[in-house]
């Protein structure tokens, strides 16, 4: 994968790792139909790709993760103020490309780690909700302040958030919070690891070596299905992880 061929993202490949940084930095890394069209395309890239067995994403700065929706060049669009006035911004309206964008559009097998520091509000923070480990920063500033703006947590925030904690915990987090306490997240397991700055390579390179360690089809197959887990009882539980056994087992 070129880095050329995006204007707000920088990608670098090695040993089966795309590591993508958020480079749009004059705007905090806020969500334009341009920057939502690109990482689309990224998340395919890494789905579709057999030599890519991980992918992380985060923010070229280390002052911020991302600060969600642009004010000026998304939400006009999506609450119809405005007509599309270009190719993309006609697909990120008619194909709904916003669900793609925050992997709601599909079963993933491919894990994604999110790495952020600093702000990470709005849909800044649902997008580091749609990668399947999260390390954040002890100084990281989190929340989401939509519902003082008149709006919800609608890009996968609500559903990630209810059904990983409590009603209570969960009604905390989404009303107008900005600033929420990162190790009751963790205590939450909305994120993986809180850890200093400094140390957040460190942990990252832990996590790539747990995961490039693991067999590649096991790992895929556990994110594949892990969510379907929650919906079944403990029985039939127990039957789909006999199920998924055999199945990797046949593919030996």
């Known amino acids: 994968m070129d880095s050329e061929n995006y204007k707000y993202f920088d990608t670098i490949y090695g040993k089966g790792v795309l590591l993508v940084e958020m480079n749009r930095l004059d705007k905090r890394n806020a969500f334009s139909p341009e920057f939502i069209y690109e990482l689309c395309n990224i998340w395919d ?31 006009p669009l999506l609450t119809r103020k405005k007509k599309p006035e270009s190719e993309i ?3 990120v309206i008619e194909e709904n490309l916003l669900k793609k964008f925050y992997r709601k559009n599909q079963i993933y097998k491919k894990p994604i780690i999110g790495v952020s520091s600093g702000h990470c509000l709005a849909g800044g923070f649902e997008l580091l909700l749609s990668c399947d480990f999260r390390i954040i920063s002890s100084d990281s500033k989190i929340g989401f302040p939509e519902t003082k703006l008149g709006l919800i947590p609608a890009g996968g925030g609500m559903s990630r958030i209810i059904k990983a904690t409590t009603r209570s915990r969960a009604l905390e987090i989404l009303i107008n919070s900005s600033e929420l306490d990162v190790y009751k997240l963790l205590n939450d397991g909305l994120v993986n690891e809180v850890c200093s700055r400094k140390d957040l390579i460190g942990v990252l390179t832990s996590y790539l070596d747990k995961i490039s360690n693991s067999e590649s089809n096991s790992t895929e197959m556990i994110i594949q299905n892990v969510d ?9 539980s127990f039957s ?9 087992s046949n593919e030996e």
């Open 45 to 75: 890239y890494i789905e579709n790709e057999s030599h890519i067995k991980i992918g992380v994403l985060k923010s070229k700065s280390e002052d911020f993760f991302s600060a969600g929706a642009d004010l000026e060049k998304l939400i």
């Open 89 to 91: 911004e006609r697909k």
């Open 228 to 236: 379907k887990f929650n919906e079944l009882s403990l029985q039939d």
């Open 240 to 248: 789909l992880e006999e199920e998924l056994l055999n199945e990797l």
